[in-house]
């Protein structure tokens, strides 16, 4: 059965830092690639970064270049996105996702999210 069990939810400060985490289970996890999305309120759920099976190869998009880093550990099935200089457009809910392609859609696997909120 696979199993993608995001954690490391929170409320943080504007300017701070925040690490998700994303444990896998139930398929072969270096085989795949990782990729992480969000779902801001009321808006549609959008990409932010993927990573190579092993993790030599990354894609981010523009609007979190230089503040996110995607991140893994096979070793642990585990797929990472440290955010950095969050701000309060940053709130929402955040997924990852496995996918046995760097850029295809077929034949993903969806996490549950996290909700990280960014607030004063």
């Known amino acids: 059965q696979v199993q993608l069990v995001e954690s490391g939810r929170g409320l943080v400060q504007p300017g701070g830092s925040l690490t998700l985490s994303c444990v896998a289970s139930?398929?072969?996890?270096?085989?795949?690639?990782m990729r992480w999305y969000r779902r801001g309120l009321g808006k549609e759920r959008a990409p932010l970064a993927r990573?190579?099976?092993?993790?030599?190869?990354?894609n981010y998009e523009d609007f979190v270049k230089g503040r996110f880093t995607i991140s893994r550990d096979n070793a642990k099935n585990t797929s990472y996105l440290q955010m950095n200089d969050l701000t309060p457009e940053d709130t929402a809910m955040y997924y990852c996702?496995?996918?046995?392609?760097?850029?295809?859609?077929?034949?993903?696997?969806w996490g549950q999210g996290t909700q990280v909120t960014v607030s004063s």
């Open positions: 139930g398929f072969p996890f270096s085989s795949y690639s």
């Open positions: 990573i190579t099976g092993d993790g030599s190869g990354t």
């Open positions: 996702q496995a996918s046995p392609t760097f850029w295809g859609t077929r034949g993903v696997h």
